[in-house]
């Protein structure tokens, strides 16, 4: 009976494998309260732990439009949801899990468009300012004022 996946009391798919993830709101004994957001997953390097991100406006009075702006917040990721880098997934607040952790992922909603290439032109931005960087220690290095500053001394001597 403990196995079976229970309902949270939010309208969402339930996950079709099973855990024994003690902090899953399906099988174990976390409860969701509190705020929902949707997001893209953009890391999985931690250890049941995903990186989820999303947009968000923001008002300006001085221009009466809005910003962009980017919010990251860190959720737990049980084995039976198991979302990974580029899906969509729906995350619940919960109790804290961790210092910076209280949220949870409840349901994956699949892919999202554009993801890898999003990521791979910030791979190639990252790669072209290395080599912008080396391109000016060159410059610096040959110090071109210093050769014009002798032609001038040489001018006043003739005269
Ligand atoms: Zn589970």
New binding site residues.
């Given amino acids: 009976m403990e196995k079976q996946?229970k309902s949270i009391g939010i309208k969402v798919k339930l996950?079709k494998?099973?855990?024994k993830?003690e902090v899953?709101p399906?099988?174990?004994s976390l409860k969701c309260r509190g705020k929902i957001f949707t997001g893209v997953v953009i890391s999985t390097k931690m250890q049941k732990t995903i990186t989820v991100e999303f947009e968000r406006r923001y008002f300006l009075p001085k221009y009466e439009r809005y910003e962009k702006r980017r919010t990251r917040i860190k959720a737990h990721n049980?084995?039976?949801?198991n979302a990974k880098d580029g899906d969509i997934v729906r995350i619940s607040e919960c109790r804290p899990l961790s210092k910076t952790k209280n949220f949870v992922v409840i349901e994956n909603l699949g892919k999202a468009k554009g993801f890898e290439e999003r990521r791979e032109a910030l791979e190639e931005s990252k790669t072209r300012k290395e080599s912008k960087e080396e391109i000016n220690g060159i410059k610096d290095s040959k110090n071109p004022s210093g050769i014009k500053e002798e032609d001038a001394s040489d001018k006043s001597e003739s005269n």
């Fill in positions: 996946s996950p494998k099973k855990c993830d899953c399906f099988h174990g049980p084995d039976c949801v």
